[in-house]
């Protein structure tokens, strides 16, 4: 007894000499009454942007009310606040898919969410499309999980691990030796970077078995979003950053059938080229595909909208347009993002 009682109190002395850890355990506490408190008055759309420059335009639009709560946790920030008649939670991601991947995560794990909406700047793709144009593609892809074929293999080798089901063949690759540049009079020739193979996604559904591995390439936004989305096709966009500089194009929204992700900033012609021809994909960026993949995955329903603001190496050699129009294209997403709140509000979810 005297013993637990000398614990209890060399305890007690250990709480007391370590401010740092009952400091967390404070801050946790008073955190984790916030989201409860703000839970109680939900549910909300969840908004999640990728960096200061997209979330700044919304933050300063008439169209979002802010409410006087923030919540910070663990490096995150989430702002309250309404569009219209939906309450709607703010985060900004940074750049890249693991970050964006768990900011989505993070979001819906901590707070009461009916959807996600997700939007910012891109990199195009898509020859029939401008600079200042907004797309909605109704798939999504992360297009850099690879199988790296080693040199010597080919399309009818089995990969590394394939017969595990670890890797497939089956979506396809890129091959290296396509893309040498000034090799004349020969018919063939080679690189010993070989092949890479496109793979899918190993994903773990909440509806699924833990541990339990299940694949995703292509993941479809939701079809009652998307619905939505495609009434707002007329929406007229900016096409002028001041009185002298604008578009050459008037730019439009559209929905388009896909879009692409990696962490990788894509400046590169020959690449854009290639994968438009092979997947078909409008807007290439760098955080879609890991908030959709993530959605799939907690089945909440969502969207992506994605404004155009280079040719992801496709324009002029010299100079990649991303500065001139970041602006601009990040405005147009905004804007693109209220007017689908107003129509979601006015279109509340159909229980099929
Ligand atoms: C490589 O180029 C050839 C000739 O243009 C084409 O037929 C083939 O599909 C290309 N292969 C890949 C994997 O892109
Ligand atoms: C390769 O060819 C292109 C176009 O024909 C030319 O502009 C470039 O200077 C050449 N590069 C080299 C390294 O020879
Ligand atoms: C408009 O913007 C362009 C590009 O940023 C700039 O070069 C030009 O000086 C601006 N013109 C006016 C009138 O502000």
Request: with cysteine; proline share 5%.
């Amino acid at each position: 007894m005297k013993a637990f009682r000398v614990l209890v109190i060399f305890i007690f002395v250990l709480m007391a000499v370590n401010p740092q850890e009952t400091k967390a355990a404070i801050l946790h506490e008073k955190t984790r009454k916030l989201i409860n408190q703000a839970n109680q008055n939900g549910p909300y759309l969840g908004l999640v942007i990728p960096n200061l420059f997209e979330m700044n335009p919304l933050l300063e639009s008439s169209n979002f009310e802010p409410r006087d709560l923030t919540i910070d946790f663990q490096g995150r920030r989430f702002r309250f606040g309404t569009i219209g008649e939906k309450q709607v939670i703010l985060v900004m991601t940074g750049l890249g898919m693991l970050n964006s991947g768990v900011t989505t995560q993070l979001l819906l794990s901590l707070f009461d969410i009916e959807g996600v909406v997700h939007y910012g700047i891109a990199g195009n793709a898509n020859p029939s499309l401008n600079i200042g144009d907004v797309t909605i593609p109704r798939y999504w892809s992360h297009l850099a999980l690879w199988n790296w074929q080693r040199y010597g293999d080919g399309p009818d080798d089995e990969l590394a691990l394939e017969v595990n089901g670890d890797y497939t063949r089956e979506i396809g690759y890129i091959k290296f030796a396509n893309f040498s540049s000034n090799v004349t009079n020969c018919d063939a020739h080679d690189n010993l970077l070989n092949n890479v193979w496109y793979q899918p996604e190993e994903v773990f559904p909440i509806d699924g078995t833990p541990e339990e591995r299940q694949h995703a390439f292509w993941v479809p936004v939701d079809d009652h979003y998307f619905k939505i989305s495609e009434k707002l096709e007329s929406l007229k966009l900016e096409g002028c950053i001041n009185s002298t500089t604008c578009l050459s194009t008037t730019p439009k929204v559209a929905t388009v059938l896909r879009g692409a992700s990696a962490s990788i900033y894509l400046d590169n012609a020959a690449y854009r080229n290639f994968i438009y021809e092979k997947f078909k994909v409008s807007p290439v960026e760098m955080e879609s595909a890991a908030v959709a993949l993530i959605c799939l995955q907690q089945r909440i329903p969502f969207i992506i909208f994605r404004a155009l603001s280079d040719l992801a190496g496709g324009g002029s050699a010299e100079s990649n347009e991303a500065a001139t129009f970041t602006s601009l294209a990040a405005m147009n997403s905004v804007t693109v993002v209220v007017e689908f709140i107003k129509h979601l509000s006015a279109n509340p979810i159909q229980v099929a």
